[in-house]
């Protein structure tokens, strides 16, 4: 059982950065695969990023936000630069055992979500 909590979410100006964390628990978090993912309200939950032995990122965020993670502190970040309107939502990570996924229902656990508002 994996147990996640995200925290850093706020509101900032367009243009701006955050850093997300994700806590987990548990003693095989480097097993696992870690995820990032967001949903905007009335829309679907959208991929982000995901870290395993390589780093994948959706194209529109590509060169605006780095996930990395610190297996020592069991911790997973996502940096967020140039920050846009539609950025705003909720971000949640995620993890699953096995190869990486763009796919949300492949996740196993999940932490709360994180608000994550961008004004203009």
């Known amino acids: 059982q994996v147990q996640l909590v995200e925290s850093g979410g706020g509101l900032v100006q367009a243009g701006g950065s955050l850093r997300l964390s994700c806590a987990a628990s548990?003693?095989?978090?480097?097993?696992?695969?870690m995820g990032w993912f967001r949903q905007a309200p009335g829309k679907e939950r959208d991929f982000v990023a995901w870290s395993g032995g390589i780093r994948v990122y959706a194209d529109s965020v590509k060169g605006r936000f780095t996930i990395s993670r610190d297996n020592a502190k069991n911790t997973v970040y996502l940096q967020m630069n140039s920050l846009k309107p539609e950025d705003t939502a909720v971000y949640y990570c995620?993890?699953?055992?096995?190869?990486?996924?763009?796919?949300?229902?492949?996740?196993?656990?999940w932490g709360q979500g994180t608000q994550v508002t961008v004004s203009s």
């Open positions: 995620a993890a699953k055992p096995g190869g990486g996924s763009r796919y949300y229902n492949q996740y196993n656990y």
């Open positions: 548990g003693r095989t978090f480097s097993s696992y695969v």
